[in-house]
């Protein structure tokens, strides 16, 4: 019998800790936030959540504590279906934590506490490349770098013995090895993440393009630069594409980047075309940022489908 091709999420798991605030907090200061609520994030969590969200097998490959945490990480994965029979428990370890602000607008602030994310020892390692070796063909690896590497760099290098495609969203904007970047086909970066990766500082789509091309290596590679307006520049096979995503009135933009990954991923191990999965992506990443909270902005299939008409794409040229 034919498996369905699974999303394969590799990184992050977090119990979120978010407070909305009127503002950002002077040094020194002590601001009156309201609106807390203690919720599942994590990077990975977050892509295995929206796969799931749209009907794909989704399965997680991280690590938590041995503490009550990890219930608050783990249990809205469980509950939608989430595959967490490769999630790693690490004894005496608490789970990996992110203390999240959301001002007005939604450009969260967040600080982390990787915890359990940075503690994995050889029998994790083990696991996470036989999951990846007997995934159903087409299967897709998406990963983050909240992680260590080597976690990633061997998740990507049995996902390329498999032949499937390997999406790396090289966040937060931390050193990527070329090692790693070698072993991706797809690359996700944030304009931040693009300056860091190409040296070109990303302002607006024209030099969102320019880093795009410059990390494309001559088409051998697909860049997908997510833009803080919304949508994405794509570089793929050596062409760039400018996709525009609807105006929307944003509250919080924590885990847009990872609805995009997961929407991404979905959508290719459906057998959609790169560009259908960046318009899908933008879309849902819009819709994402109407909504506090990661898993909470992650939209099912009827709210992308709703959206995508609303993706344009754009003729700009980098080069005029
Ligand atoms: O991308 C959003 C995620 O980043 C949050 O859920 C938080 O846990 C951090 O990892």
Redesign the pocket.
Known sequence: MLHQPKVISVG?I?A?FQVRVDRRPEPGETLTGHHFARLS???AA?VAFQAQQLGTPAQLLGCVGDDDLAEQALEPLRQIGVDLSGVNVAPDCPTGV?M?NVPPGGAKG?V?AENANATWGPEALHNIVEVVRSAPSNSVLVYDV?VPEEVTKAAAEAAAERGFTRILDPSPANAVSDELLDLSNILLPNPVEAKKLSGIKVEDAPTAGRAAAALARGGAKTICIKLYTGGCVLCHNGVLHFLRAPNVDAVDT??A??VFAGVFATWLSKGNTVLEAARAASAASAYAVTQYG?QAGCPDNREVEARLGEVQLTPHDPNP
């Open positions: 992050s977090n979120d994030g994590g990077k977050n992110s999240i967040i982390l909240e924590t885990g980047g990872d990661s």
